[in-house]
């Protein structure tokens, strides 16, 4: 029966993993997968998290099953993290949630409540989107299309082309938007097009599903989440997707959640219990030591502190990578302008350049990069910066 299925190529983006590590070349740089590195290549532990983990480890006594909600008060805490502590929806009641295996777990779980509403939806992703939105959302069923978003020529959101798609969209439409750091681009939309965006989910009736998986590692906690928390107050349903992958490390703990607003406080309770169905289907229930891990952190001032300020200087470390590498590229006399990466947020870049010209980098330069020419800024560090110069230098 086996031998129907023939291998499938690698993942566009985690395949990157295995290659990076096979290549001899000493000089190599992983800029692939979206992971924060220090300037010595290495993804540390966050103070806090591991602060956290020893008095886990000190306190926890039982391994029996939680609810299916998971960590309940992790869950509570990323709901205040994302829509604040004055959030309307949250005081109402009218927010349900759960724990999810990471931020992919959440957008799954998100899709199948989608899947279940008795409607034919369609979903709309920015193009160009993150490479696993699509299998995710098209596992369950659901009809996907693109809306305009990157224009390659000025290297930033063509709003007035979203803008445009959006205005012809209605109640059957879903509509899926990066909350901050947009991945693969790192260009964002303004807070005054959050807003638009937000007036023509009022008017036009399409459910907004905001995946935000890199809160804190663009403008800061509170500012990269001003247009998910704008949207919140102004439209009466819709669907977040959170990650700790990034902003508290947690990648390989896969902790998220998914948290979905509601029309009454009854009507979140019916949709809770529909979310905890389909994880029941899934996977149960999700892994509950990052949940515990962020819970601790969110709900310890000091620990909170600690993680906010290793955060922010995360950023501040990307921001000045993203400085350095344009300085680099134009003391090399690149011709082509790449000034646009300083101006994009979070983790991403998209250089622009050809698969020809990223297969050479990979290849020759052991630069590794998405096939698209996206860029991790944070896996650059000081010691690499003019070698990534010089060698898409020779390559352009
Ligand atoms: C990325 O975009 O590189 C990260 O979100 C990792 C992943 O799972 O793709």
């Known amino acids: 029966m086996f031998d ?3 291998a499938l190529p690698s993942d566009p983006l985690l395949g990157l993993i295995t290659l990076f590590r096979e290549d001899n070349n000493p000089h190599k740089v992983d800029l692939g997968v979206g992971v924060y590195k220090d300037e010595t290549g290495h993804t540390a532990i966050m103070t806090a998290i591991q602060k956290a983990a020893k008095i886990h ?4 006594d039982s391994k029996t099953y939680l609810a299916p909600v998971g960590v309940a008060g992790f869950v509570d805490g990323i709901k205040k993290l994302v829509l604040g502590d004055g959030s309307k929806a949250l005081s109402d009641g009218r927010v349900a949630g759960l ?18 509403i008795k409607e034919d939806l369609t979903v709309w992703v920015s193009n160009p ?3 696993n939105h699509i299998p995710l959302i098209n596992s369950t069923g659901l009809k996907i299309k693109t809306y305009p978003y990157f224009n390659p020529e000025t290297a930033s959101v063509d709003f007035e082309a979203m803008d445009a798609q959006l205005a012809e969209l209605g109640p059957r439409d879903v509509v899926l938007l990066h909350g901050c750091c947009h991945n693969p681009t790192g260009a964002d939309l303004t807070f005054e097009q959050w807003q638009r965006v937000t007036d023509r989910a ?13 809160q804190g590692l663009g403008d800061g906690l509170e500012e990269d989440v001003k247009g998910v928390r704008h949207l919140s107050e102004n439209v009466e349903e819709m669907l977040i997707a959170t990650s700790c992958s990034k902003n508290f490390g947690l990648y390989r703990e896969r902790t998220g959640t998914l948290l979905v607003q509601n029309k009454t406080a009854t009507q979140a309770s019916a949709i809770q219990t529909h979310v905890q169905d389909a994880a029941r289907a899934n996977y149960s229930m999700p892994p509950a030591y990052g ?16 993680w906010q300020a290793e955060l922010a200087a995360m ?9 350095g590498l344009v300085e680099h ?5 690149i011709e082509e302008d790449f000034s646009f990466i300083t101006r994009q947020k979070g983790m991403f870049s998209f250089l622009g350049i050809n698969k020809d010209q990223v297969l050479e980098l990979r290849n020759k330069y052991g630069i590794y990069m998405a096939d698209s020419s996206r860029i991790n800024v944070a896996g650059l560090n000081t010691h690499c910066l003019e070698y990534v110069a010089s060698s898409l230098k020779a390559v352009l």
Do not use: H, M
Request: proline residues 3%; contains cysteine; charged residues 25%.
């Open 315 to 323: 950023a501040t470390r990307v921001k000045s990578l993203r400085n």
């Open 129 to 131: 989107t993150w490479a």
């Open 291 to 306: 949940g515990f891990l962020v819970d601790r952190v969110l709900s310890d001032s000091q620990l909170k502190a600690e």
């Open 99 to 116: 724990q999810t295996p990471g931020g992919c777990g959440a957008l799954r779980i998100g899709a199948e409540l989608l899947g279940r």
């Open 57 to 60: 480890l000190e306190s926890e």
């Open 4 to 6: 129907q299925l023939n």
């Open 329 to 333: 590229i134009q003391k090399q006399g």
């Open 202 to 214: 009022v008017k036009q009736g399409f459910l907004p599903f905001v995946d935000i998986a890199y």
